[in-house]
């Protein structure tokens, strides 16, 4: 984890019952359709994102200042990896994960790719699982980004239906919200991309076996 100084909103001189009230204030258009709650981030949301910059608190009031704009936020520190796919095979991977399995953590649309977040750690060890698991030429090209990375998210503000820019596909509603680690995210990257090339892929935590081998029908009692 970074050792950086970090003016976390916790350490606010302020009471907590004045910092809630602030925040209130703040993200309040956050809160006024329900609706959109799945697709527009809230104010704990907005924390959570915050806490992987230097300094949450100036970057809240600039967020603030500008609800409509893009947010640039930087990746590793200890808060959170994304793995960055091509859109359709993002949506299919989202599919498996939700219908199949643990379900997902936030994720985002932008510029025809996928932007699915991710535990500290995953950038680094999903490029090399995909490669152990022979998985590398079924799995469309992978963007991993971690520390030193830095991805642009969509506004506080939803875009209009149908307007371009970013946009959340799962919107962060907590401060702690729950992130796919690298083993989860490679049985997603499987599972969709054995829908899509069932015929020629397969996965396996064992080399594969040996051509030259002899192989023997245990299948029927002598």
Not at 86 to 99: E, K, Q, T, V
Not at 195 to 219: C, E, H, L, M, N
Request: glycine letters at 8%; hydrophobic letters at 40%; proline letters at 12%.
């Amino acid at each position: 984890m970074s050792n950086r100084p970090r003016d976390d909103i916790s350490a606010a001189p302020c009471s907590p019952d004045r910092h809630d009230e602030r925040r209130r204030e703040i993200f309040a258009f956050l809160r006024e359709d329900e609706r959109h709650r799945t697709a527009r981030i809230t104010a704990p949301g907005a924390d959570w994102l915050a806490s992987a910059t230097a300094h949450p608190r100036s970057v809240l009031a600039l967020w603030e200042s500008r609800p409509s704009a893009p947010l640039a936020v930087p990746c590793g520190g200890g808060v959170f990896d994304v793995v960055n796919v091509p859109a359709m095979f993002g949506r299919r991977m989202l599919d498996r994960l939700w219908s199949e399995g643990p379900g997902s953590g936030p994720a985002a649309y932008h510029r025809g790719r996928m932007l699915l977040f991710a535990a500290p750690g995953t950038a680094q060890r999903l490029p090399s699982l995909l490669e152990w698991e022979e998985w590398g030429s079924a799995v469309p090209p992978l963007l991993c980004h971690g520390t030193g990375d830095a991805i642009t998210v969509p506004p506080l503000a939803p875009a209009p239906a149908g307007g371009a820019g970013p946009r959340w596909i799962v919107a962060p509603d907590t401060r702690h919200p729950w992130l796919p680690g690298p083993e989860i995210l490679l049985w997603a990257c499987v599972r969709a991309a054995r829908g899509t090339s069932a015929a020629t892929v397969r996965i396996s935590i064992f080399p594969p076996a040996d051509q030259d081998a002899k192989v023997y029908d245990v299948s029927r009692r002598r």
